[in-house]
């Protein structure tokens, strides 16, 4: 599903790390469609698993989805579980985490963010001189 953003904002990266952290910026509009986006889809995925006996299934490892520290892979129950904790305490959805989602889950729940556009920048720019 895709959703808007405004900007993406870059955090200077912490002590010890190598990386900076990025997040999307959105109205509050596209912030809601994709908090209820994740509720929903994390909603059903756990749902379904219990329903069908796989809960195991969810909180297990997995191959190529490495943690930092010591800590075991990201298993999907993690996974989903941290994008939803995000966004439910109003945090802006920070880059990886959408990546995270989007690479361990099937392409129906995928989530897609792109730059929020003026309808027509060019008439805009020229008309609003």
Not at 40 to 54: C, D, K, P, R
Not at 111 to 129: A, G, R, S, T
Request: zero cysteines; charged letters at 25%; hydrophobic letters at 35%.
């Amino acid at each position: 599903m895709q959703f808007k953003y405004k900007t993406i904002r870059e955090m200077a990266p912490r002590p010890g790390v190598k990386f900076a952290t990025r997040y999307y910026k959105q109205s509050s509009h596209e912030y809601t469609r994709l908090s209820e986006f994740v509720e929903t889809t994390y909603e059903t995925i756990v749902e379904a698993a219990h329903s069908q006996g796989l809960m195991e299934e969810l909180e297990e490892p997995l191959e190529g989805f490495r943690r930092t520290g010591k800590q075991a892979n990201y298993s999907i129950l993690q996974i989903l579980d941290d994008l939803y904790q995000q966004l439910q305490l109003g945090r802006d959805a920070p880059e990886a985490m959408i990546a995270r989602w989007n690479r361990a889950l099937p392409l129906q729940f995928a989530i897609e963010l792109v730059e929020d556009q003026p309808p027509n920048p060019v008439f805009n720019q020229l008309y609003y001189q």
